[in-house]
């Protein structure tokens, strides 16, 4: 079954320092995606990052990238220069394709609790 | 453009009460999901609609839980009678069609408190 392990619960980073959040996950399809979500206390979950299992390249959005390592089924997001409102829950997520079907499922991992400290 | 849109932002209510919540997804988007967020975990996916037909309700209490998709637009989901353990965040997600790399906008979710 397709799962997702986020290993650290809490992490403190401080500010403009660069951080790892991990990921790893399960998964016996060949075509799937990894997202990473953040989620303020406020609730809202935003998407920041998308990298595809065939994308060959390590997925970037502004201070947010994606360190893909297919062969050991992990999708780390790095945050660099953090600021203070990086402070929230981060979510890694995957896609899985239905058996062939048009239609998709989504799962979520645990999620990190992310602190940066002034 | 103007994000997923929930009601209400909190509710409150006794166990065996009725509650319903409500979703609006941004226009144009055909796939339409309701999540389950426990306190401290992440989002469990109940039902997925693709324009007004029901794609995935397998994680869905039927005996309890229910959601319409009228029209293909608006999203109504109900509980009915409320347990305690029903007490968590409920996200609305939209998509503009299910697959690979299609990305899921979420509202800001409505947090349902059993006492």
């Known amino acids: 079954a397709q799962k997702i392990t986020q290993t650290q619960p809490g992490m403190f980073v401080q500010e403009k320092e660069a951080v790892t959040l991990d990921c790893t996950y399960d998964?016996?399809?060949?075509?799937?995606?990894l997202f990473w979500y953040k989620q303020p206390s406020s609730g809202e979950m935003i998407f920041l990052i998308y990298q595809g299992s065939y994308d060959e390249q390590n997925a970037t959005e502004g201070r947010y990238s994606l360190n893909f390592q297919k062969a050991r089924k992990s999708a780390n997001l790095v945050i660099s220069a953090s600021q203070l409102g990086d402070s929230a829950m981060y979510f890694c997520a995957m896609r899985d394709p239905w058996g062939g079907t048009s239609y998709d499922k989504v799962i979520f991992g645990p999620g990190t609790s992310l602190s940066v400290i002034p | 453009e103007a994000g997923v849109a929930q009601s209400p932002r909190y509710k409150i209510i006794e166990k065996r009460q009725s509650v319903a919540f409500w979703c609006n997804p941004i226009?144009?988007?055909?796939?339409l999901y309701w999540y389950q967020q426990i306190l401290g975990q992440g989002p469990k996916l109940l039902i997925q609609?693709?324009?007004?037909?029901?794609?995935?309700d397998s994680q869905l209490p039927k005996d309890r839980f229910s959601a319409e998709r009228l029209k293909g637009v608006d999203s109504t989901l109900k509980i009915q009678p409320a347990k305690l353990e029903d007490s968590a965040v409920y996200l609305c997600a939209s998509s503009l069609v299910s697959g690979t790399g299609n990305i899921q906008y979420f509202g800001a979710g409505t947090r349902l408190s059993v006492l």
């Open positions: 609609f693709q324009n007004n037909g029901v794609v995935d």
């Open positions: 226009s144009g988007h055909a796939t």
């Open positions: 998964t016996s399809d060949q075509s799937y995606g």
